[in-house]
Structure formats: C-alpha cells, structure tokens
C-alpha cells in the first residue's frame, strides 16, 4: 500500500511534465506562423530558430521524465 501512495506524486509530475511541454511547443508554433504570416521574406530563419527551441523543450521535457 505504501509504494502505490509513494508513486502517485510521480505520476502526476510526469504528466505535468508533458502537458507543459506540449502547451510550450505549441506557443512556439502558434507565434512563428504568426511570425511567418507578418513577415514572410523571414519564413527560413523564423523556422530555423522555432525547431531549435522545440527540440530544447523536448529534451528538458524527456530530461524531467527521466529524472522521475
């Protein structure tokens, strides 16, 4: 009984690892279309630095999930 208490604190900071990560990825796709929409002579680099910034939230997200 008191390991299947101790594990629910786990699970909840895992999904709250992931949704964090989902709704911070998503801001960041939200603002560079929004970008590209405004100025879209800049498409390639707007697109260039918004992969780089998901994948960083991606591996912290995958970092946190392994750290549970």
Do not use: D, N, W
């Amino acid at each position: 009984m008191a390991a299947e208490v101790e594990i629910i604190p786990k699970i909840v900071g895992g999904g709250l690892v992931v949704i964090g990560a989902g709704i911070g990825i998503g801001r960041i796709g939200g603002s560079a279309l929004e970008a590209m929409a405004r100025q879209p002579e800049l498409t390639g680099k707007i697109q260039t630095v918004m992969l780089i910034a998901a994948a960083l939230i991606e591996g912290i997200g995958f970092a946190a999930l392994f750290a549970l």
